[in-house]
C-alpha cells in the first residue's frame, strides 16, 4: 500500500503565499506520477496540477503563473508553492500519486486525506 500525507494548508490573505507539501510512504517500487486536486465545498473535485516521473507538468488553467508544482524523487515527495492566491483558491487540497508496489507491480492511484485552503479576501 501506499500512504499520501499533506501539509501546508491553513489560512492566508488574499495575494499570499502557501506550500503545500505531500509525501508519499510504503511499499514503493516506482511512481509513475504526483499531483493535486481541490474540493470545494458544494463542488466537484478538480485537477489542479500534477507531475510525470520525467519531469513532465501539466496545470488547470486558473493556477497557470500562480502555483508550481515540483517533485523530490529522492523522497517521494511533491511539493505544491502558490502564489498570489485568491478566494476562489479556497478548497480542500489533496494529494495523489501513480504508483506500483512491490505487492502489486500495476501502477494504481492513491488518495491522501486533503489538507485544507482557505483565502481570506
Known amino acids: 500500500q501506499v500512504q499520501l500525507v499533506e501539509s501546508g494548508g491553513g489560512l492566508v490573505q488574499a495575494g499570499g503565499s502557501l506550500r503545500l507539501s505531500c509525501a508519499a510512504s510504503g511499499s514503493i517500487s516506482r511512481i509513475n506520477a504526483m499531483g493535486w486536486y481541490r474540493q470545494a465545498p458544494g463542488k466537484q473535485r478538480d485537477l489542479v496540477a500534477f507531475i510525470r516521473s520525467g519531469g513532465i507538468t501539466n496545470y488547470a488553467d486558473s493556477v497557470k503563473g500562480r502555483f508550481t508544482i515540483s517533485i523530490d524523487n529522492a523522497k517521494n515527495t511533491v511539493y505544491l508553492e502558490m502564489n498570489s492566491l485568491k478566494p476562489e483558491d479556497t478548497a480542500v487540497y489533496f494529494c495523489?500519486?501513480?504508483?506500483?508496489?512491490?505487492?502489486?507491480?500495476?501502477?494504481?492511484?492513491?488518495w491522501g486525506k486533503g489538507t485544507l485552503v482557505t483565502v481570506s479576501s
Open positions: 495523489y500519486a501513480v504508483a506500483a508496489t512491490y505487492a502489486y507491480s500495476d501502477l494504481r492511484p492513491y
